[in-house]
């Protein structure tokens, strides 16, 4: 999990504005994820791509959109349509291929929206 | 799709004695059952997992033990120690060889009393 790097660790924001996270891993892995965490939860699956341009939504996927340009990059923009922003949010990464399903974490950014 | 239960929500234990996390999934289809650990402010951490094929997994003083005809699969840590402070959280998922995202139970914060 030491491959998979989120900047930056906290963002502040004001409501209405739109911000982008970052996500990069360098484990050659294929796919890559997003989840969302919010106090007292378990994490909760925003989008995941299996291959570059291609990405499909998870549980949670309003307000929210990807891209996948690079199979090391996998940024996450948090729009104005999300009713509530503030939460953790972690990237995470897995090989894919039968037998392939491990997936690393990467150390989260805390987004605060106010 | 698929839904994770995860018990008890807290659990204390004494230091040295063992602790017991449950979690139930209703699709069975899933295969694949990791469990992390998350201390506070840090990514979580794949510490065990288990496929459908197999009925045991165990790697030092965890194990996790895992039901298919009653679709539930738990988590047992021997010999408590004070690191092993932290929330845990059991997950699943069906994959078929490609990137799938996992359905994630809400947590157990394990607490070790000296």
């Known amino acids: 999990d030491g491959g998979i790097t989120q900047s930056p660790k906290y963002l502040f924001r004001k409501e209405g504005q739109n911000v982008t996270l970052s996500c990069e891993q360098n484990?050659?892995?294929?796919?890559m994820y997003w989840y969302r965490q919010d106090p007292g939860q378990g994490l909760r699956l925003i989008y995941y791509?299996?291959?570059?341009?291609?990405?499909q939504k998870g549980d949670i996927a309003e307000g929210y959109s990807v891209s996948r340009e690079k199979k090391e990059s996998f940024p996450l923009t948090v729009t104005s349509a999300q009713k509530n922003p503030t939460a953790f949010y972690l990237c995470?990464?897995?090989?894919?291929?039968?037998?392939?399903?491990?997936?690393?974490f990467g150390p989260g950014t805390r987004l605060t929206v106010t | 799709g698929e839904n994770v239960e995860q018990h008890p929500s807290t659990l204390s234990v004494q230091e040295g004695d063992s602790a017991v996390i449950k979690c139930t999934y209703s699709?069975?289809?899933?295969?694949?059952f990791p469990w992390y650990k998350q201390e506070l402010g840090k990514r979580p951490q794949l510490i065990i997992d288990?496929?459908?094929?197999?009925g045991e997994k165990k790697d030092q003083r965890i194990a996790v033990t895992l039901n298919k005809t009653a679709k539930h699969f738990s988590l047992h840590i021997t010999e408590t120690q004070p690191e092993d402070s932290a929330v845990y959280f059991c997950?699943?998922?069906?994959?078929?060889?490609?990137?799938?995202?996992?359905?994630f139970g809400k947590g157990t914060h394990l607490i070790i009393q000296p």
């Open positions: 997950a699943a998922l069906y994959s078929g060889g490609g990137a799938d995202g996992l359905t």
């Open positions: 484990l050659n892995h294929d796919a």
């Open positions: 699709d069975s289809a899933s295969n694949y």
């Open positions: 288990i496929r459908s094929n197999v």
């Open positions: 791509s299996q291959i570059v341009n291609d990405f």
């Open positions: 995470a990464s897995s090989p894919t291929g039968w037998g392939s399903y491990e997936q690393y």
